[in-house]
């Protein structure tokens, strides 16, 4: 069987309008703007307000995707949702998604909980099945609602003062017209875990692991459903797993670093960026971040970065993109695609 190839269609995001500033958070924490800045380069976030969940930023995401990539949704055969924030535990956020969105009965709706490495394990997926033919085109959606779930007194100031609120989509379809390498594709995807991690950036609760529910009154007095890290080893991993998934993704195409002409990583820690920059030898200018403004939306942070680089007239069509993530579970993962 002839594989066939995807590329992206059109591109969209959404960040809720309430802005929060590191001085801002120093209303709940003790914390403070010149720490926050220096530790991570994040100088203000979004927060939702209100009831607002998780499908309700995608929504606008997928809306504002579907119109840029001039594609309706009846042409939608497959949703995915990467999201560690969804709505309810079940079912997925991208079945509460497809009904707000009203993508027809019968297309199927996948929640990916692979935390920052969810859009690009989405991606992964809706490629192989348009590679296939199973599918023409699919929306991939990075979508977190953080500010509702973390722990905002002093105590849980390492993981909260880093995570913000936020969407983004991307249309991706097949195309039926590569003629070069130099036309719009998708080269490759590459995913990756090590579960041995699996505790090092995480939340407990719920959990069926206690033994009289799975929310038991002892979670609450233990802090147990908010997220812990262990922030260095997580810094650690990042630096090393990210550059070997570029370089994984150069290897399967045949590309040198040269030849890229834009890198958008996840958005964790703008230390993590400028040193991933320099182990692979890139110049900063070449790397799009996000971080200051939106600070780490988790499976947001990529399908942001595109948008806003599209937005700035930084991506442009044609150009040779590379991408990585890594995070909690550890897991991690690239692509490398023709914008
Ligand atoms: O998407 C993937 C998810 N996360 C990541 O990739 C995060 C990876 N890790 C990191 O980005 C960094 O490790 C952090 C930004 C989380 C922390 O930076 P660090 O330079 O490793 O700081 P540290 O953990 O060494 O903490 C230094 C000090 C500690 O005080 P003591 O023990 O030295 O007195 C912390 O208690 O800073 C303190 N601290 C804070 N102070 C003010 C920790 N958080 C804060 C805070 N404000 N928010």
Redesign the pocket.
């Known amino acids: 069987m002839m594989l066939k190839k995807s590329k992206f269609l059109g591109i969209g995001s959404y960040l809720p309008k309430r802005v929060v500033t590191n001085n801002d958070l120093t209303a709940f924490?003790?914390?403070?703007d010149e720490?926050?800045r220096e530790?991570?380069g994040i100088e203000t976030r979004h927060w939702v307000e209100g009831t607002t969940t998780t499908s309700d930023l995608a929504l606008i995401a997928a809306e504002r995707a579907l119109e840029n990539a001039g594609v309706k949704k009846d042409e939608i055969d497959l949703l995915i949702v990467a999201t560690l924030s969804p709505d309810h535990d079940f079912p997925g956020t991208a079945c509460f998604l497809q009904e707000k969105l009203g993508i027809r009965a019968g297309v199927p709706a996948l929640d990916v909980r692979q935390?920052?490495s969810g859009f690009l394990y989405g991606l992964s997926i809706a490629d192989q099945f348009i590679k296939t033919g199973m599918v023409k085109k699919a929306l991939v959606i990075g979508a977190e609602v953080h500010s509702k779930g973390m722990d905002l007194t002093t105590a849980g100031?390492?993981?909260?003062?880093?995570f913000g609120d936020g969407a983004g989509a991307a249309v991706v379809g097949v195309c039926d017209d590569v003629v070069s390498d130099k036309d719009s594709q998708i080269f490759s995807t590459h995913i990756h875990a090590d579960g041995n991690f699996a505790r090092e950036?995480w939340v407990k609760a719920p959990s069926m692991t206690y033994s009289t529910s799975r929310l038991p009154e002892e979670a609450f007095a233990n802090k147990d459903t908010f997220p812990k890290?262990n922030?260095?080893t997580?810094?650690i991993h990042?630096t090393r797993r990210m550059p070997e998934a570029i370089q994984e993704a150069l290897a399967a195409n045949n590309r040198k670093i040269e030849e890229v002409d834009l890198f958008i990583f996840?958005q964790?820690?703008l230390?993590?960026n400028q040193m991933v920059a320099k182990q692979l030898g890139i110049s900063e200018d070449k790397v799009f971040n996000t971080i200051q403004k939106y600070g780490?939306t988790?499976a947001a942070t990529i399908p942001i970065g595109l948008a806003d680089a599209v937005a700035a007239g930084k991506l442009k069509k044609g150009m040779l993109v590379a991408s990585a993530a890594?995070?909690?579970g550890f897991t991690w993962s690239s692509a490398l695609f023709r914008w």
């Open positions: 924490m003790d914390t403070s720490w926050i530790r991570s935390q920052c100031r390492e993981v909260s003062v880093l950036l890290m922030g260095k997580v810094f990042a996840h964790a820690n230390r993590i780490n988790t890594f995070g909690s």
